[in-house]
């Protein structure tokens, strides 16, 4: 099937449609439904309700499955595909067989079998396609069959039927149809008493015409009949259509409630979802914005140290000053006394240990603790610069910095103690 469709593209339609791999895959996906499994591709010409002649198109002839009464019926369609397909909707035509008639004012179908639906009147390019086209045509025509059977005779309709229609749409009585041809032919014509012949013949005519007006009377009740049966057929048959179309309705109801109800429980579940999911998203939230004020915390006493540390450098930079300059002096007055002779010992240089020698306990444990307090500031100023040259994490920074102030405290409160000792009692070695 889909090697005939590649050929008759190829072949005959070349270059009639615009969009001939989306018409491919349209055709080949309704071949593949049980709707289209009997509508065969082939070419010929589109003519318009106008009378124009388009060139040949690609036509899918076949039967189209309906459901009537829980029984399947195939009608016969051809479906053609315009050259500005799928921006154009196709055109379908109900082709009835000869034994078969298209029903009168359908409400679908038109008395030259084209076929006018909804489905068609709205069709857009990208929404609709052929297979949902046959899947509304089966669903209309199941409901409203567009065809019916053509009786095998139909009844002869004599003159009577014109005595009938004088009557109205319900012709008389045997009697009084009687009655009133008898008023209008005499049952008996006058005849000479001396001329039995043209009696006899007059008896034979006026038997003659009665015989007629009988017969004609016989057909107008026959007429009239046929068009009472005529009647009740088709009040039965509206009768048929109102209880199909009051059921289609119900069932259309029915559907709409059941389309309803689960689409009202879909959207409680994606309420359901998106209500956890948004939970679980604030929930995060409050944990970022914690997380978020704790490091601030830590980044702010980070500052704080920070400048803490700076300004203890900016004392030990003043205090290194002041020991420079002292070092300086005293290496001044050390080459004053070299050159006045007061030591003979002038080639050998004195060692900086040997400056500040202490002369009893409490001064050597100072001087320790002092040179102490001082290698913390040393390694304070070493830190900040790591830090500043990102050389050490902040965490391994503050660690650090926690326990040599830690240290540096205890130093310098066992300085005060022992400063407070040799206050109190200077003369103690």
């Known amino acids: ?33 049980s709707l289209g499994r009997n509508l065969n591709p082939t070419t010929e010409p589109l003519t318009s309700n106008d009378g124009s002649v388009t060139p040949s198109v690609l036509v899918l002839n076949g039967t189209l499955p309906m459901v009537y009464r829980n029984v399947t019926y195939n009608i016969p369609i051809d479906l053609y595909l315009p050259p500005q397909y799928p921006q154009r909707a196709p055109i379908v035509y109900v082709r009835p067989v000869s034994s078969m008639a298209i029903k009168e004012n359908h409400r679908h179908v038109g008395r030259d079998g084209m076929v006018y639906m909804p489905y068609l009147h709205e069709w857009g390019a990208q929404t609709h396609d052929l297979r949902e086209l046959c899947v509304w045509m089966s669903s209309l ?31 008389p009585a045997y009697a009084q149809a009687t009655q009133s041809t008898t008023n209008t032919y005499s049952p008996y014509v006058a005849a000479s008493n001396s001329n039995n012949n043209r ?42 259509q109102s209880r199909l179309q009051k059921d289609h309705e119900e069932k259309l109801s029915s559907m709409r ?29 409050k944990l970022l914005d914690y997380g978020k ?51 003979n010992s002038s080639s050998q240089s004195s060692k900086v240990d040997q400056i500040a020698l202490p002369v009893d306990t ?18 304070f100023y070493f830190l900040d610069q790591s830090l500043a040259q990102k050389n050490i994490p902040l965490k391994v920074f503050l660690e ?21 000792a040799k206050a109190s009692n200077p003369f103690d070695g």
């Open 199 to 240: 009696s006899r013949e007059a008896e034979e005519q006026e038997r003659r015409k009665q015989q007629q007006i009988e017969k004609e009377v016989a057909e107008a009740n026959l007429a009239a009949k046929i068009a009472r049966e005529e009647s009740l057929k088709e009040a039965k048959l509206k009768a048929e």
């Open 293 to 343: 004020e704790e490091i601030q915390q830590l980044l702010k006493e980070g500052e704080e140290r920070k400048e803490e540390l700076m300004a203890l450098n900016d004392e030990m930079d003043v205090a290194v000053k002041k020991l420079e300059g002292w070092l300086e002096a005293a290496e001044i007055q050390q080459q004053q006394e070299g050159e006045n002779g007061n030591n």
């Open 141 to 171: 025509f199941g409901s409203e069959p567009p065809c019916y059977a053509r009786p095998a005779g139909a009844p002869r309709v004599s003159a009577a039927s014109n005595v009938a229609a004088s009557y109205g749409s319900r012709p």
């Open 257 to 285: 409630v059941m389309a309803t109800s689960k689409v009202e429980y879909e959207l409680q579940v994606v309420f359901r979802d998106a209500k956890d999911d948004l939970r679980v998203t604030l929930k995060n939230q």
């Open 362 to 379: 409490h001064s050597s444990q100072m001087l320790q603790l002092a040179a102490e307090n001082a290698a913390i500031d040393d390694c």
């Open 400 to 420: 650090e910095v926690r326990k040599l102030s830690k240290r540096q405290f205890t130093v310098k409160a066992h300085l005060i103690k022992i400063r407070d």
């Open 1 to 33: 099937m889909a090697n005939t469709l590649q050929y008759l593209l190829s072949r005959n339609l070349s270059g009639v449609y615009r969009d001939p791999q989306r018409l491919i895959r349209d055709v080949e996906t309704l071949q593949k439904t």
